[in-house]
């Protein structure tokens, strides 16, 4: 994808650090910032779906673990994107690595996590170029979805959500999983009718008229960008007519939000 394009954007949405080492992350990730020639942007999670980690035959960690697993690896991760190098000892992670080779006049990829509780938060943003906020973390624990807990989730949720990632670092780029819904698709029948009247997700499920304006209303919130999930994939081609000023855009899953309409992916 980074030879066959020049100017869309390219990331990995979210690499899971439970299945490899943060080095590894890095090393993947500046290799294809070089290869996409500056395109790449390094999608981190601390990786949430239990049944996928046990299939392979590993121990699925505590909630306390996983976070504090995630947070040391995207310290470790920051330290090789702007040094090449890093020294690092903590309870997970001992790094001793001198040097990556081949990366030394290489700008980094902007470093992206993917964040829903208080405890990453607070220790992974202060690291991170930009924060994914995720409001459903909490009733979709192990990789299983409560889709009636996640249509009732507030809006409240995601302004404190904001709220704590301001407290933990100004000044960081927002995004925000938006969970969007078009028609008859299986996630549009199990949560449409469970809304409440003040749901998050309530404004980004029905018309794709509908959907794009509730995606626009987040800018209101300081979101920049939003990552846009359909279960529908035929779905993306009826809401972008509705997102892009610009119809020779080319379309995507992931849209800036700049001042009115965007008008790139």
């Given amino acids: 994808m980074a030879a066959a394009t020049q100017r869309i954007r390219l990331t990995a949405n979210f690499a899971n650090n439970l299945f490899r080492s943060p080095v590894e992350f890095a090393q993947a990730s500046l290799t294809m910032q070089r290869a996409s020639h500056g395109r790449w942007e390094a999608g981190f999670g601390a990786g949430w779906a239990q049944e996928e980690l046990e299939s392979t035959g590993q121990t699925y960690p505590t909630p306390r673990r996983r976070a504090d697993r995630y947070i040391e690896a995207v310290q470790v991760v920051r330290q090789l994107f702007h040094t090449n190098r890093c020294s690092f000892s903590g309870e997970h992670y001992n790094i001793n690595v001198p040097a990556l080779a081949g990366f030394e006049n290489l700008t980094p990829p902007p470093l992206i996590g993917s964040l829903g509780g208080p405890r990453t938060i607070a220790g992974a943003t202060p690291y991170l170029d930009r924060v994914e906020l995720m409001p459903a973390t909490g009733v979709a624990r192990g990789g299983e979805l409560d ?28 995004t925000f999983g938006a969970l969007c819904g078009l028609g008859d698709d299986i996630m549009s029948k199990n949560m449409t009718e469970k809304f409440t009247d003040d749901s998050l997700y309530g404004s980004l499920f029905g018309t794709p008229e509908r959907v794009a304006e509730g995606l626009f209303d987040l800018q209101r919130y300081g979101i920049s960008r939003v990552s846009i999930v359909l279960a529908d994939p035929t779905a993306y081609a009826s809401l972008a007519a509705h997102l892009f000023t610009d119809k020779s855009a080319p379309v995507g899953s992931s849209a800036r939000l700049p001042g009115n309409r965007p008008s790139s992916v």
Avoid at 148 to 160: H, T
Wanted: proline share 4%; aromatic share 4%.
């Fill in 147 to 174: 889709w009636a807990a996640i249509a009732a989730i507030p809006k409240q949720r995601l302004i404190d959500l904001i709220d704590q990632v301001r407290r933990a670092k100004e000044d960081v780029d927002l």
